[in-house]
């Protein structure tokens, strides 16, 4: 990308990665001859380094979980021992797990020319998912070698149904079951997948089969732990690329405040002048943004700046270069976007992360990153879209005012340094265990042997009989429950109760969510983004779990006012921390929402704050880590506690301000979101009763992992949070540090710092809080 000059007073760091060249192998010893005559054919004359260790590898045996880079040949180095198998093995089966139905679709594109090399009589696949005709699943059950499909449908479909036409010979004869994009199965989804293989090995153990695994995963801390929690098998790791790389340059871009306030300009707002220059610079591009609403922001953005260029551009309409994409759009409209983006046609797009997984759109010069989204993981992801064609390319991550984004302006080093985060996923959490022991009741009886599959069995059981949804015979456990429980379950989060927003107007469908986030989004009052159009929710029925709400316009956004209550019920672990003591336990989660604030667009001005009618809480038992504070910092935070004001308002305490800090913190070490990890003040009831403590928890029920991680590296969060603080170019305290601009940073630094030395206050601070000195 050329012309980054002009824009180098907002550029605060850039590094280049130099050209990396291939490293190839001949072709492995054992390869079939019409295996070698195909990459022949295709002008291939040897493999990659990692291609050719995957296949003798999966040969010998082995499950293999690769972690080279994007566009590595990774589908290549897949398919090559599934054809081995096959080729030998005319009944073999594979399955091909992608993550999305978008993804498959694509990947099938590779399938192709395979296909029409060895003809139907030697090689048959197909897409098994919800757009699949009648017919052409017939075809694939009873023909297809490969069946490329996702999570959702080998949840609900494949396994309910092996005893049907086509399924029983399938998983008799399922010789590899290959896992495409396996860090995207993290948290509720990750911990979902796991229990659906543990249903698919005692399918596969019933018909005589014992399938490998096949993994490939961005670069993360643990990818063989993932592997082997996900798939329950033991992995060999192939890490070595051997694939080629351009020169690829990395801008770290800090948009500057706005004129007269402390904001920082949005990085959607920086992106559309970047993004306008990118077209007409005729430089493909990919931009990706962290929602739809400012994937439509920035497109229309974009098509205005071109618009009013048109007369420098000789009158040229430039505006239909640049097109969106993202979830929401019907198949035939990514399919044409897809073409004509990789025909040259478009010249840039503007994206979810929907295309952060490997979707072929042809030649990409520059990914633009409208915000850090959120992991390192999906940072590398989506920068390997650039440069695929082997020409050199450009990422610039526009930051955004968040604690991340931030964090990222003074440690530049924590994203290029090659350490990754740990995916976390926990098999074993109570509540999916139940999900899918009911569902592996129904598909086969339930024994004593199934304990180990599911630790909790023992637990679950007891509770099933009574709601007859199990009868015990001859010693094993029957279904007699509804058909198909595997439908109740939903993959990809572990609350089962679901509320719908229709538009009030004409009775459509606008979304779907859990309960926690339809209380947090669609209250009485609320204003909902939905595809850049505004919807005010005139009513939120919590027994048909139903919200209506009503196009309108206006020039506020409403952020709801929440109330968090955190109670210890359980100390599993008590570490000394510094002076004072670290604590992992179960605790009790509540949140309720109590009114909502009206925000101005752009200048996010509050307009007024609103008391519900009724407030809204939820409640439930997840696990946490907590630290408690010394007394001097106990009494600091008590004596600087805002004064009651006349009115509605929420701003937060100072322990609310170290809880903050110490969350984002966390959830860098913990590869995790804040739909995964929550903080708040520890109640103060029970033993406890004269402390004060902060706690970092899961936000799912029972817990799945992540504040056991964090309470294993708490040491390093507390680094961590302290430099996230320290670094921050805000003068006192912001939103993006400690979470308000009406709390001092030197406060919640030197709460730190006490943890492990008693450290005098900040005097002026002290002496400005009245009350009670420490």
Not at 402 to 421: H, N, V
Not at 494 to 501: E, V
Not at 524 to 538: K, S, W
């Amino acid at each position: 990308m050329t012309g980054m000059e002009e824009f180098h007073k907002k550029i605060v760091h850039e590094r280049v990665f130099p050209k990396r060249e291939a490293v190839y192998t001949p072709f492995p010893d054992r390869m079939l001859p019409e295996l070698r005559a195909f990459l022949e054919s295709s002008g291939i004359s040897m493999v990659y380094s990692h291609q050719g260790e995957m296949f003798d590898r999966a040969v010998d045996g082995e499950n293999v979980i690769v972690t080279t880079s994007t566009a590595s040949g990774k589908t290549l180095g897949f398919l090559l021992p599934v054809l081995q198998e096959i080729l030998t093995n005319p009944a073999a089966r594979a399955i091909f797990l992608y993550p999305t139905k978008a993804l498959a679709s694509d990947q099938f594109r590779s399938f192709v020319p395979l296909l029409e090399f060895f003809g139907p009589s030697r090689l048959q696949a197909g897409i098994y998912d919800g757009d699949t005709s009648s017919a052409e699943r017939g075809r694939i059950r009873s023909s297809a070698n490969i069946v490329l499909t996702n999570p959702e449908m080998l949840n609900a479909t494949f396994l309910p149904n092996h005893g049907s036409y086509g399924f029983s010979f399938f998983f008799a004869n399922l010789k590899y079951i290959v896992v495409d994009e396996l860090h995207s199965y993290r948290g509720a989804f990750g911990s979902h997948l796991a229990n659906v293989m543990k249903r698919l090995g005692r399918i596969c153990g019933y018909y005589g089969s014992s399938p490998r695994f096949l993994c490939s995963s961005a670069t993360i801390a643990n990818p063989v732990e993932l592997a082997e929690n996900i798939c329950g098998r033991p992995f060999s790791h192939v890490s070595r690329d051997g694939s080629p790389s351009p020169e690829k340059r990395f801008f770290l871009w800090q948009p500057p405040t706005a004129r007269g306030t402390e904001f920082r300009v949005s990085p959607a707002r920086e992106a559309t002048g970047l993004l306008a220059r990118l077209v007409r610079e005729n430089s493909p591009f990919l931009a990706f943004c962290k929602s739809r609403n400012a994937v439509e922001v920035v497109l229309k953005e974009v098509r205005d700046r071109l618009k009013e260029s048109a007369p420098e551009s000789g009158g040229r309409d430039m505006a239909s270069l640049v097109s969106g994409y993202r979830g929401g759009y019907r198949s035939l409209e990514r399919r044409d976007i897809e073409e004509k983006m990789a025909s040259g046609r478009l010249r840039g797009l503007v994206a979810t992360n929907v295309l952060e997984l490997g979707i072929d759109i042809g030649r990409i010069d520059t990914a633009v990153l409208v915000g850090f989204p959120g992991t390192r993981a999906s940072f590398w992801q989506q920068a390997g879209r650039a440069g695929r064609k082997g020409r050199s390319a450009s990422v610039v991550l526009l930051l955004d005012n968040l604690p991340l984004d931030q964090y990222l302006a003074i440690d530049p080093e924590w994203l290029f340094s090659g350490e990754s985060e740990s995916a976390v996923v926990d098999p074993d959490n109570l509540f999916i265990q139940v999900a899918h022991v009911r569902a592996a009741a129904a598909e086969l009886p339930l024994s004593a042997d199934d304990g180990a599959l599911f630790p909790d069995l023992g637990e679950i059981v007891p509770v099933l009989l009574p709601g007859k949804e199990l009868r015990k015979e001859q010693g094993k456990y029957f279904w007699s429950g509804g058909a198909y429980p595997a439908g109740d379950i939903s993959l990809r989060n572990m609350d089962r109760t679901r509320y719908k927003l229709k538009n009030a107007a004409d009775g459509s469908l606008l979304t779907e969510m859990d309960e926690l986030q339809a209380f947090r989004e669609i209250y009485r009052g609320a204003i909902y983004l939905h595809e850049g159009l505004q919807y005010l929710v005139e009513s939120l029925d919590l027994n048909h779990t139903e919200a209506l709400a009503r196009p309108t316009e206006g020039n506020y956004y409403t952020v709801s006012c929440d109330m968090t209550e955190v109670h210890k019920i359980r100390d599993e672990k008590t570490e000394p921390l510094g002076r004072t003591l670290c604590g992992l336990g179960d605790v009790r989660v509540a949140y309720t929402t109590v009114g909502f604030r009206r925000q101005q667009f752009h200048n996010h001005q509050n307009l007024g704050m609103e008391m519900l009618d009724r407030p809204l809480g939820k409640s439930f038992d997840t696990e946490g880590f907590w630290i408690a504070l010394p007394g001097e910092v106990r009494r600091l935070f008590l004596s600087l506690a805002p004064a009651p004001m006349p009115g509605f308002q929420f701003r937060k305490t100072y322990a609310e301000g170290l809880s903050f800090a110490l969350l984002n913190a966390a959830m860098m070490a913990a590869m995790a979101t804040p739909e995964d990890m929550g903080s708040a003040l520890l109640a103060g009831d029970g033993p406890e009763g004269g402390r004060m403590s902060v706690c970092v928890f899961d936000m799912y029920a029972g817990g799945l992992g992540f504040s056991r991680k964090g309470f294993s590296l708490v040491r390093d969060i507390l680094r961590r949070a302290d430099r996230m603080i320290r670094g921050c170019p805000c003068r006192g305290g912001c939103p993006a540090c400690v979470g308000d601009y009406h709390l001092d940073k030197r406060v919640v630094l030197w709460a730190i710092g006490s943890l492990f030395e008693t450290l005098p206050p900040p005097g002026d601070v002290l002496s400005a809080g009245g009350g009670e000195g420490p």
